[in-house]
């Protein structure tokens, strides 16, 4: 069964840094992409960013995060990784990790698998 296991979630300041890791079991990750999205409560989940398989290419669908955000991935360690610098107070949300195959075409519902997600919270 494909299982993916957000943490590193957590409280910061603003202006901090936080890096979420997105660890699968079950399956290995080499042939997914990852996408990485969040939710506020009242709101649709978004999608933040997505890497591909081999990181062939990432994206970054929120304008605000470009250039704080960075996607990357471990295949040795089957692991993705989004690091979050220069955090700001809209940047809190629970935040998911989902796969789907090779690229990241495609709407949420592509995504076949999801973790449980992980609460970031910016707040002095």
């Known amino acids: 069964q494909l299982q993916l296991v957000e943490s590193g979630g957590g409280l910061v300041q603003p202006g901090g840094s936080l890096r979420l890791s997105c660890a699968a079991s079950g399956f290995t990750l080499d042939y997914y992409a990852i996408g990485w999205f969040r939710q506020v409560p009242g709101k649709e989940r978004e999608g933040v960013s997505c890497?591909?398989?081999?990181?062939?290419?990432?994206?970054y669908y929120i304008d605000s995060v470009k250039g704080r955000f960075t996607i990357s991935r471990d295949n040795a360690k089957n692991t993705v990784y989004l690091q979050m610098n220069s955090l700001k107070p809209e940047d809190t949300a629970v935040y998911y990790c989902a796969a789907r195959g090779y690229y990241c075409a495609g709407t949420q519902p592509s995504f076949s698998s999801w973790g449980q997600g992980t609460q970031d919270t910016v707040s002095s």
């Open positions: 890497i591909s398989m081999f990181s062939e290419s990432t994206y």
